[in-house]
C-alpha cells in the first residue's frame, strides 16, 4: 500500500520535473514546478517529516513559487527563443552523460547496506524546534542576518535609481 | 516497506533533470526554475538519511536548505527584474557584457 503511494507520487515528481524543463513557456514550468513541491511533500509525510511536508507547502509552494509567478507576471514575457544554435550539440552529449551519472550513482546506492528508511523518528515541530534553538541556535541566527542581505540585495537590484 | 534507495534514485533523478534543465535552457527564470528542482533532489536526500539514522540535524539542515532557497529566489528574481528592464530579454546569451 504504501509502496503504491510511494510510486504514485515520485512518478508525479519526476514527470512534473521533466514538464519544467520541456514546457516552452516559463509559467507552464513554474506552475508544474509547484506540483513536484506538492508531491514532494508527500513523500517527506511518507518518511515522517510532518513539520517539513507542512513548511515545504506553505513556505515554498506558496511563498516561493508565487514570487515567482508575480514576477513571471509582471514582465509579460515574449515567447521564449530557446535552443540557441551553438547548444543545439550539447543536447547530444549531455543527455547520455547524464544518464551515464544516473547509472553511476543508481549502482553505487544499490551496493550499499539495505536497509529501510524507517520512520522511527518524527520529525515534529517539536523536536525540529528543540534542536534548532539548542544546538543550532548560531546558524539560526546567522540566518536572520542572511534573509537581511538578501532582502537589501532584492531592494538594491530591482530599484530604477537608489 | 520503503527501501531508503528507492528515495536516493529518485533524488538523484530530479537532480539529474535539474543539471539537465540548467544547461539546455536559455531562459534566466527557467534556470531559477532548475535550481529549485535540484535544491529539492538534495532536500529528498537530507531527509531520507535523517529517517535512516533516526537523527533530526538532516531535517534542520532542510530547514535551512528552504531558507538559503528563498533568499536566492529574491535576489534572483531582482537580477532577473533588472536584467529585463536592461535588456528587454530573458536569454542569458545575450547579456555577455562581460565576455568581450
Do not use: C
Not at chain 1, 18 to 39: D, F
Not at chain 1, 63 to 75: G, N, T
Amino acid at each position: 500500500m504504501i509502496q503504491i503511494v510511494f510510486f504514485f507520487f515520485a512518478a508525479v515528481t519526476v514527470g512534473a520535473a521533466i514538464n519544467v524543463i520541456a514546457q516552452k513557456h516559463v509559467l507552464y514550468s513554474a506552475l508544474s514546478l509547484i506540483l513536484l513541491l506538492t508531491a514532494m511533500s508527500v513523500l517527506f509525510i511518507l518518511l515522517r517529516a510532518d513539520f517539513l511536508a507542512v513548511i515545504q507547502v506553505i513556505v515554498y509552494a506558496g511563498a516561493i513559487m508565487v514570487l515567482f509567478i508575480f514576477v513571471i507576471m509582471l514582465l509579460n514575457l515574449p515567447r521564449d527563443e530557446d535552443g540557441a544554435d551553438r547548444l543545439r550539440w550539447l543536447k547530444f552529449i549531455g543527455i547520455p552523460l547524464g544518464l551515464f551519472f544516473l547509472f553511476l550513482v543508481g549502482a553505487t546506492v544499490w551496493n550499499v547496506e539495505p536497509s529501510s528508511a524507517q520512520p522511527q523518528l518524527v520529525g515534529s515541530a517539536q523536536a525540529i524546534g528543540q534542536s534548532l534553538f539548542t544546538d543550532y541556535v548560531l546558524p539560526f541566527e546567522a540566518t536572520s542576518l542572511l534573509i537581511l542581505i538578501a532582502l537589501i540585495g532584492a531592494v538594491v537590484f530591482a530599484k530604477k535609481d537608489l | 516497506m520503503i527501501p531508503a534507495a528507492w528515495y536516493l534514485i529518485l533524488s538523484a533523478v530530479l537532480f539529474l533533470i535539474g543539471v539537465l534543465g540548467f544547461f539546455l535552457k536559455r531562459n534566466i527564470i527557467a534556470l531559477l526554475l532548475s535550481v529549485e528542482i535540484m535544491l529539492n533532489a538534495v532536500n529528498l536526500t537530507f531527509v531520507v538519511f535523517s529517517a535512516q539514522h533516526r537523527q533530526i540535524s538532516g531535517q534542520i539542515f532542510v530547514f535551512f536548505v528552504l531558507v538559503v532557497a528563498a533568499a536566492e529566489a529574491a535576489v534572483g528574481l531582482a537580477l532577473v527584474i533588472a536584467m529585463f528592464r536592461n535588456r528587454e530579454s530573458l536569454n542569458v546569451d545575450r547579456s555577455n557584457l562581460l565576455k568581450w
